[in-house]
């Protein structure tokens, strides 16, 4: 059964905010989440309201605190390894099953859109080198082994996920081994925390140059403090070759904080009926670090996060040479790419096939009332109303690692170019 994917676009349109320009908070109708300014931050006081860190050069980079406040990490740790993988049934209940088959597909054009620029700048044959950090249960290593690349590094702060990584991993290599034409890659697996080790001194070759690093559904956890999010960002962008990239999907802060207001004053909780998300202090008493929440996804997540206020990643990521390319979310994503992954987006079921005089009376379908009628009976691609809204809480980001050269003191000077 074929689906008709130009109204899948309007069937899944449940925000105004995917007609807007990709140009940040201000799209959301909201002021920015009021912060302070770094230094304050860094001794930790707590009153908000302060502005931003403004767009200077190096000097005005931000520094990490002597002391982390790395908490929440063991109880994210104890979070990931205590999770068992539902089995392919179980998967096709969930409520989410779409969603999450979305989410996928999403990962995949971002994965496909950079590793096609890297590819662009190589010789045919030359290896291609990624990192994903935060690497789960290797969800991404199909995405790696159909990209051709030649090393992968596959870490993680969940010893349990890392070890299901690498069985999945030796899975494909089998597999690889049947067939003559398949194509195999090396790769390397350990367990760490991102946030608080340096992941260099962890490769089996330390001078070894990425073309890739990949951190999907993950980078919010380093925004626990600044010293985190610095050793995040480093870990990213230090084994980065000139030219590579660094790929993000994380929960978007501005439509939270949007989400948090249209909730009503005073309100700390909202979401629906496959997620919530509840912040343990009041909205205008924020921190830039360690803007705490507890995220809940039906099934799968049950978690302190953090809010990345984009301004400071932005300049924590020019801190190390890597230069804001992208910040688009998901709703923009899928409408920019939805016409080449149109294919894509069918073969990985990221949307579901409804019947529009089927659902014309649910309320988690309410958006495709206006196809009623107009349909003559074909389906339509979409995701509930409540995947929906689950989905674009995210954004995808892209940044590129510029070119240096070095100072008498040893120090690189990065060419952005802007
Ligand atoms: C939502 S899962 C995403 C997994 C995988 N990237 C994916 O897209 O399928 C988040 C992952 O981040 C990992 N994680 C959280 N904090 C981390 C940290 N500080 N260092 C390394 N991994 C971390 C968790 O263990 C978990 O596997």
């Known amino acids: 059964m074929s689906v008709n994917y130009e109204q899948n676009a309007m069937g899944v349109n449940l925000s105004d905010d995917d007609e807007s320009e990709s140009t940040g908070q201000e799209d959301y109708g909201i002021p920015p989440p009021k912060i302070r300014k770094l230094e304050e931050n860094q001794q930790q006081t707590h009153a908000g309201n302060i502005e931003s860190v403004g767009h200077g050069g190096d000097e005005e980079q931000p520094q990490p605190e002597p002391e982390t406040g790395a908490a929440n990490t063991f109880v994210v740790a104890h979070h990931y390894n205590e999770l068992k993988e539902a089995g392919r049934k179980d998967r096709l209940k969930s409520k989410i099953f779409f969603m999450r088959n979305f989410n996928n597909w999403i990962k995949s054009q971002l994965i496909n859109e950079y590793m096609g620029k890297i590819k662009e700048q190589k010789r045919v044959g030359d290896a291609i080198r990624v990192l994903d950090m935060c690497c789960g249960k290797g969800g991404d290593l199909l995405k790696w082994d159909k990209a051709s690349i030649a090393h992968l590094i596959c870490t993680d702060i969940a010893e349990v996920s890392v070890e299901q990584c690498q069985r999945r991993y ?21 367990a760490c925390d991102s946030t608080l080790v340096r992941l260099r001194e962890r490769y089996k070759d330390a001078s070894l140059q990425l073309n890739l690093v990949s951190c999907q559904f993950a980078f919010h956890y380093c ?196």
Not at 173 to 181: G, M, Q, V
Not at 308 to 324: D, E
Request: net charge neutral; aromatic share 12%.
């Open 170 to 190: 030796q899975d494909i290599l089998k597999r690889a081994e049947n067939s003559k034409y398949a194509h195999k890659f090396t790769a390397e697996f350990f």
């Open 223 to 418: 925004f626990e403090s600044l010293a985190q999010a610095d050793c995040m960002v480093r870990n990213a962008a230090e084994c980065l070759q000139p030219g590579g990239y660094f790929i993000a999907t994380i929960p978007d802060a501005y439509e939270i904080m949007r989400r948090l207001k249209a909730a009503g004053p005073g309100q700390r909780k909202f979401g629906n009926d496959v997620y919530s998300i509840e912040f343990e202090n009041d909205a205008d008493e924020l921190p830039i670090f360690g803007a705490k929440y507890q995220f809940h996804l039906e099934g799968v997540v049950d978690c302190p996060e953090f809010l990345v206020h984009f301004p400071t990643l932005v300049k924590l990521a020019r801190k190390y040479g890597l230069q804001v390319l992208r910040r688009s979310t998901f709703a923009e994503y899928y409408k920019e790419t939805l016409p080449h992954g149109r294919h894509l987006l069918q073969r990985m079921s990221g949307l579901e096939t409804v019947q529009v005089n089927r659902v014309a009376n649910d309320p988690e379908y309410a958006h495709l009332k206006h196809l009623a009628g107009t349909n003559r009976g074909k389906p339509v691609g979409t995701l509930s109303k409540s995947e929906w809204e689950a989905t674009t809480l995210y954004l995808v980001c892209a940044f590129k690692k510029c070119k240096n050269t070095w100072d008498a003191n040893g120090k690189p000077l990065f060419e952005f170019e802007d």
